[in-house]
């Protein structure tokens, strides 16, 4: 199945808005706290309103989606373009589970990278602790963390542990 990388509109909000608590209910036990009964109706119509608006700012943020060949979308990333301090910041990328090792982080980190080079922009990014890895094999080096109170499950028995995000940049190679 082709996938393919598009702008996204307002017109994908919903769809961009349940796949992002599709995944972050998942990996990111600050979303369930805040948010214990998932993505509701009233939910979804405050995320709206505040997307739409971001959404539309084209000169300050880059939203790129990436679709199946019957529209459906399997990933996102939001780069905002901060002018006054000359640099792109990721917030968010999300890849829906099943599409994961599929290239879509790749590309849609790809579309960024281009981006920056062709305005001189520097690259930086929070990582969410199972992401460090993939974004490390595409360009981006650590340079801090940003630790929180919440404690996630580590998996395999070993209890709770911090959660502690990585701040990163893209280390040019070209």
Not at 58 to 83: C, F, G, L, S
Not at 111 to 137: I, M, N, S, T, W
Request: glycine share 10%.
């Amino acid at each position: 199945m082709a996938l393919r990388i598009r702008s996204a509109t307002v017109w994908d909000l919903t769809q961009l808005i349940k796949l992002h608590f599709t995944v972050f209910q998942t990996i990111d036990p600050f979303e369930r706290r805040l948010y214990p009964d998932g993505l509701t109706n009233n939910l979804l119509v405050k995320y709206h309103e505040e997307w739409k608006y971001a959404i539309r700012m084209e000169d300050r943020q880059i939203w790129t989606k990436m679709i199946t060949p019957n529209n459906m979308i399997v990933a996102y990333a939001r780069w905002k373009h901060v002018k006054e301090e000359k640099y792109l910041f990721l917030s968010p990328m999300i890849v829906a589970a099943e599409y994961q090792g599929r290239g879509c982080g790749k590309a849609l980190l790809q579309r960024g990278r281009e981006y920056a080079k062709e305005h001189g922009l520097q690259c930086y990014l929070l990582a969410v602790p199972d992401a460090v890895g993939f974004y490390r094999k595409n360009g981006f080096e650590s340079f801090g963390s940003s630790g929180g109170n919440l404690a996630r499950d580590s998996g395999g028995g070993g209890g709770a542990r911090p959660l502690e995000n990585t701040l990163m940049k893209m280390i040019w190679s070209d």
